[in-house]
């Protein structure tokens, strides 16, 4: 059993010796080659884990970041609902300030007609004592020379405060055609009164309710021009530039608008303006150029 062990491990002693010089070049080159290899192998072993530790901490900052913009959305969403809802708020305070307003118009309106009223009677009393005072020579109705009295056909129609309290009731009653033409009756009578302007104004409160906005802005013009100074003057205004919008003229509706905020800035019809112009995205200050007045009484 030892013998051939011995000759097996002499014949390998035998081959490695004679195999050295003719090998001994190439096999450094190996070690050389397979010692490059393994430095190359385990610099990219390093560079795989690197790589690996830098795309871990890649995808933590993305999953971060993706977090970040999914809550950056959910508080937008949010906010949006806060503001569309503070919007609606605002809408409706106004709508109901505006009604208020209207019907606090609409009171004076009445207490006008009364005090017209109680002005129409005291004029009657004094009408029939001067009556009773005069010569019954002239008669009734008739002027010097045969002419007709002037103030026949006014006597006609109903006293001023009881026609302009039957065209606002239909009007409030949404009978809008018989209160055009009560207002019209009204204005054809007593177009020098104090209420000649309301009722102007509400025959283009009509039209406008009846969709012609066209015939609402010649109304509210008439307004404008002929009754300068009443109390629905900054109405008048707003109404014109809400019918000129109906009517597809933005640019003069908006102007008309921001002229309504530069002369009245602290009238309720300038901040139904203001809401507006804000809805339109036309939000802004007025044209300069045009002095400020205040916002015409209402009483």
């Given amino acids: 059993m030892k013998k ?13 010796l004679f195999a050295v010089p003719v090998f001994a070049g190439t096999k450094e080159q190996l070690i050389q080659l397979q010692t490059q290899v ?7 072993a390093r560079m795989q884990q690197s790589f690996d530790e830098r795309m871990g901490v890649m995808k933590d900052l993305m999953t971060q970041q993706t977090d970040n913009v999914n809550k950056i959305g959910t508080t937008m969403e949010s906010l949006q609902k806060v503001l569309s809802q503070q919007n609606n708020d605002s809408s409706g305070k106004v709508d109901q300030l505006s009604g ?9 309106d009445e207490l006008k007609a009364r005090l017209a009223k109680i002005s129409t009677q005291l004029d009657a ?38 026609l302009y309290q039957s065209a606002l009731g239909d009007y409030n009653a949404g009978k809008n055609d018989l209160a055009s033409q009560e207002f019209a009756q009204y204005l054809q009578f007593y177009g020098n009164t104090d209420l000649a302007g309301n009722a102007q104004f509400y025959i283009g409160e009509v039209d406008y309710r009846k969709g012609n906005f066209s015939n609402a802005v010649t109304d509210y013009n008439r307004v404008l021009d002929q009754f300068p100074g009443g109390n629905k003057e900054a109405a008048a205004r707003l ?9 597809g003229q933005r640019d003069a509706g908006v102007q008309e608008l921001r002229s309504l905020i530069l002369r009245y800035p602290k009238s309720p019809e300038a901040l139904q303006a203001k809401d507006r112009l804000s809805k339109l995205g036309a939000a802004g200050a007025a044209s ?3 002095p400020a007045r ?4 209402h009483h």
Avoid at 100 to 108: E, W
Avoid at 127 to 140: D, L, Y
Avoid at 239 to 247: F, I, N, Q, R
């Fill in 4 to 16: 051939p062990i011995f000759l097996t491990l002499l014949a390998s002693s035998l081959v490695t």
């Fill in 38 to 44: 393994q430095l190359l192998q385990d610099n990219m």
């Fill in 100 to 108: 208020q307003v209207q019907a606090l118009h609409d009171a004076v």
């Fill in 125 to 162: 009393v004094q009408t029939m004592q001067q009556n009773i005072t005069a010569p019954a020579t002239a008669q009734p109705g008739a002027a010097p020379g045969g002419a007709t009295n002037p103030s026949t056909a006014q006597n006609q129609a109903p006293p001023p405060d009881v």
């Fill in 239 to 247: 109404k014109k530039g809400y019918a000129l919008l109906e009517l």
């Fill in 288 to 290: 300069r150029g045009k």
């Fill in 294 to 297: 205040p916002s015409p009484s």
